[in-house]
Every structure is written in structure tokens, then in C-alpha cells.
């Protein structure tokens, strides 16, 4: 267990130190800051000092172990836009964020244990290809579109809801609807498949022989083991969620990290960028740790060596 | 055994053939014009008039180009850019999880590492901030998108190769000097070849997603060019006028994903549905 431990958090780490490496050499890859940041009129005694004051005049190696030095700190510079420091940035867009994936996550997952534990239960073979179809189709339509029909259909044209921006529950509503229809489609088909694995195994057809309800077996001996697989891939999506909002905050205008590191792109704020992956990254890391912790509780036969 | 086809498989066809008509014909006609602006008739809705009298299928945009014919050729590019970057990642992917399965030991710890350190950075995050900062001409976004997709390749590839070095046909060759770059082209990569074609299947309607979200972001294709994606995020700001400009190219981008995964999951048996979850989620 602790050594299990020890091994992933060296893992992380090395993870981290590659994420903030590959982010370091792409920047410097894309040209020299001060053509960015200093008018065009700019003198070359202007440019030679300005090089000296961002430190850019020394080696590079010595400019990427400052770089990660200061990285450790939490100190990824100051936003070239905003002028304020870019870590401070993200945080400060984290918790709606947090706000819109975990909602959508939650409301995800209950309505696909339930309705997978539902069309089980039921027994209708016919039911059940029928509701996978129709989230094989959810999970074809593009996140973004989704989102544009769903403001299409309650904002420009019923006129019900809010369509951009954060503040009341119902500026909630449209995003957790289009993010939370994708999750439940994933991991509706994803616990029916695992069901259905576990439909087949003798232990269920020894249950059938011996007489047992249907809901007695699903429940008592199936599920169990059917959830396993959806611990794993929820935690593992929960951290993409955390990340991967930056679709569909852009289309609702949600002022969370996704959109942040959109905006940061189009206006070349590296900083900011560096920062928003790296935050993203760390939190995705934690989660995927949690779940492995987690994972090895509820299965026995998991020995975390 | 001759397979019963369903009614969702003749579903999928039908989707298919539609797309493929639409980026094969439409760019034959007479009316093909992707990037002609005619301001006198912009913004019109599909079946009206243009201002020479001549009949506009689909409409036109915000600069009065027609979108039938920008659906076109905005289809030509994503197919072009989901078919190459599907290639380029298979290759990489089959290449490093056939060595790594085959060598075991170091090799296979230091490829799968990679594939682990690649899967703990969302993908989207990855693309938008690698595009950022190299730019995303259609070359580079199909290189970064096949780069960033072999891991799904590499590890069925290895996860198959492992029980594969085990067997009589690979110990006998190598019993009889077989290099291993031999026995890996010739014993392991035909029989893990139909599973990457199928892992390749379900990439495909992602990779196709990921272009399009990555242009409707404005990080993917650049305009003049159109694409799908790009199309749906300039319709966006007319959504009250005329709602066909995100309307249709996001049917088209849902009936070509929509095609290849039923399809595929029709031609599949639940196993495979469930490297098609995995798949999803990396």
C-alpha cells in the first residue's frame, strides 16, 4: 500500500515535471516573447533591456530550471494581459468550473445507474438495444452542437432560459443538460455492457436453477459486481471533466478555466496557459489517484503492489 | 454465417452514402463556388432565391457564400484530416505497442510510461495548447491529432502481442533465427491487424469530434478554408436570423460520426463495445 502509493506520486511528479517541460520548450518554439509583447517601434536598446528584465538574455538551461523553480512556488509569471499573476488567474475561474462538471457528473451518473438498473431489472432484452442505440446517437452529436440546438430550442426560440453566461440556477440549466446527456451516455452504455458481462457467469444461472427473483439477483449478486467498471471510468472521466468543460463553456460563455485557456490562446497569454494546463492537470492527477485508492477498497482481488 | 442486417445498419449506410455523395458530386457542379462573397444575397435561408434569381439550396452565409458548397468541401477536409491522422496514429500506435509487448522488460516500461504520461493531459487541452503555440495549418493539426492518438493502438496492440510471443508459430521461428523485426511483421502484426482496424473505426468518429471542436474554438481550421466546426461557430452569432447556419453543418458532422459508429458497432460483438468506451474517454 504505501509503497503502491509512493510509486504513483513519484509517477505524478514525473508527469507534472513532463507537462510543465513539453509547455516550457513549445513556448520558447513558437518565437521570442518580445516581438509579442513590445511595440513594434521599439528601439533595440528597449529590446535589450526588456530581454534582460524577463531574463531572457541567459541560457536556456538556466531559463528552464528558473522557469521550474518558480513553477514549484506556484509561480507561473505574470499574466502579459491582465498583469496579474496567471496562477491567480486560473484559481480564480476554478470553482465554476468545478461548479458545472460536477453537476453534470453527478446527474450523469445517478440517471445511468438508474435507468441501466432499471432496463436490468425489467429484463427486456428489446428495451435495452433500444436505449443503447439512442445513447450510441447522443454520443455521436458534438458537444458544442448539442449546447447551440439546446439554446436554439429554450433561449432564441421558447425563450424559457438564460443562454450565456453564469450567475442564477438556470444559467446552469442548458450546460448540465448538454455536458451531463454526454456522461449519461457513456456510462449508461458502459454499465449495461458490464451487466451484461455479469448475466453470463455460471453464479447467475446457479441463482436462476435455484429459483431466485430476478430483482433479488441483479441487485444482490450482479451489481457488486457490475459497478467496479464504472468506479474506474467515472473517476478517470470525472478528471477529463474537471478539464474537459472548455467546449461547452465556450458555447454558454461560462467563465470557467476551459474558457480562460481558450481566451489566453487567442490572445497569446502564455502564462496563463501554462498555468491553466498545469492546474488541470494536477487535478486530473489527484482524481485518477482517489480512484485507484478507491478501486482497490471495492475489489479485494486488486492488490495495490 | 450471413449476418442479419438491421434496420440501424441500413440507418448507418444510408448516413454514409449521403456524406459521401455530398463532399464527392457537389463539387462537379456548375454552382460549386466555396468562396464566392455576393453581399446582395447573404444570410439566406435554404430553398430561397439569390439575387440573380438562381435557386440556393442550403442558403448562404454572413458574405452570401453558398453553404451547400462550403459543406462540401469543409467535408472533404475533415475527412481528409480524420482518415490521415486516423493512419498516422495506427502506425505509430501498432509500431510502439507491438515492441513493447514483444521486448517486454525496459522497452515496454519506457513506451507505456510515455502512454501513461500522455493520458494524464486531457486530449482537447493537449491539442489546444499545442496548436496555440505551433499553429494549426491542416498538416500540422493532422500530425498533432495522430500523435496524440496512438495510445488507444498501443495498448490493445500490446495487450495482443503479449499472448501472441507465447505461441508455437513465434518460439518456432525464433528456434530457427527469425530476427525479431521479422517475427513482430510477419507473426504479430497480421493478427493484431483487425483489431487496430476496429480500434481505428471507433477513433475515427472522435478524431473527426475533435477537429471540429478544435475549429469551432477557432484553434482548428483557419478560414478562408471551412470546416464544419468553423461553419457551426460563424452560424452561432446568427442563430436568431437564420438557425440553418448551425443547423446544418452540425447534421452533417452528426451523420458522418453518427454512420461510422453504428456501423461499426453493428459489425462488432459486445467485447469490442467495450474498447469503444475505453476509447472514448482517453
Known sequence: MASFLARRLLQSVLTLLG?????????????????????????ADEVASFRTALGLDQPLLVQYMKFLAHAVEGDFGISLRQRTPALGLVLERLPATLELALTSFILGLILAFAIGLAMRLSGSAR???????????????????????????????????????????????????????????LYLRL????????????????????GQSRSKIVIKHMLPNALLPLVTIAGIN??????????????????????????SVSQRDYPVIIAGVFVVCLIFMVVNLIVDLLYAYLDPRVRLA | MMRHITFTTWLAIAMLVAVVLLVTIIPWLPDYAPYTQDLASSLLPPFDRLDNGQLSIFGTDKLGRDILSRLALAGRVSLFIGLSAVAVSMVIGVIL???????????????????????????????????????STVFNLTILLGLTSWVAYGRVARALSLSLREREFVLSAITQGA??????????????????????????????????????????????????????????SYLEINPWLTVIPGLALFMLVAGVQFLTRSLTTEGEEERDIAVRIV
Do not use: C
Open chain 1, 19 to 43: 507537462v510543465l517541460t513539453a509547455t516550457f520548450f513549445l513556448v520558447r518554439l513558437a518565437g521570442d516573447p518580445t516581438t509579442l509583447l513590445l511595440p513594434v517601434e521599439a528601439t
Open chain 1, 127 to 185: 428495451l435495452r438495444s433500444a436505449v443503447m442505440w439512442i445513447a450510441l446517437a447522443r454520443q455521436a452529436i458534438p458537444v458544442f452542437w448539442f449546447g447551440l440546438l439546446l439554446i436554439l430550442l429554450f433561449s432564441v426560440t421558447l425563450r424559457w432560459l438564460p443562454s450565456l453566461g453564469r450567475g442564477s440556477v438556470t444559467h446552469l440549466i442548458l450546460p448540465a443538460i448538454t455536458l451531463s446527456t454526454y456522461e449519461l451516455a
Open chain 1, 191 to 210: 454499465f449495461n455492457s458490464s451487466l451484461a458481462t455479469e448475466a453470463k457467469q455460471d453464479y447467475v444461472r446457479t441463482a436462476f436453477a435455484k
Open chain 1, 238 to 263: 470525472l478528471g477529463l471533466l474537471l478539464g474537459g468543460t472548455v467546449v461547452t463553456e465556450t458555447v454558454f460563455s461560462w467563465p470557467g478555466v476551459g474558457r480562460l485557456i481558450v481566451q
Open chain 2, 97 to 135: 505497442g507491438l515492441v513493447a509487448g514483444y521486448f517486454r522488460g525496459w522497452t515496454e516500461t519506457i513506451i507505456m510510461g510515455f502512454a501513461d504520461l500522455q493520458l494524464s493531459v486531457p486530449r482537447v487541452l493537449l491539442l489546444i495548447a499545442v496548436t496555440a503555440i505551433l499553429g
Open chain 2, 179 to 236: 530476427t525479431p523485426a521479422w517475427n513482430i511483421r510477419k507473426h504479430l502484426l497480421p493478427n493484431v491487424l483487425p483489431q487496430m482496424v476496429i480500434v481505428g473505426s471507433f477513433e475515427l468518429g472522435q478524431i473527426i469530434v475533435l477537429e471540429a471542436a478544435l475549429s469551432y474554438l477557432g484553434l482548428g481550421i483557419q478560414p478562408p478554408l471551412p470546416s464544419w466546426g468553423l461553419m457551426i461557430s460563424e452560424g452561432q
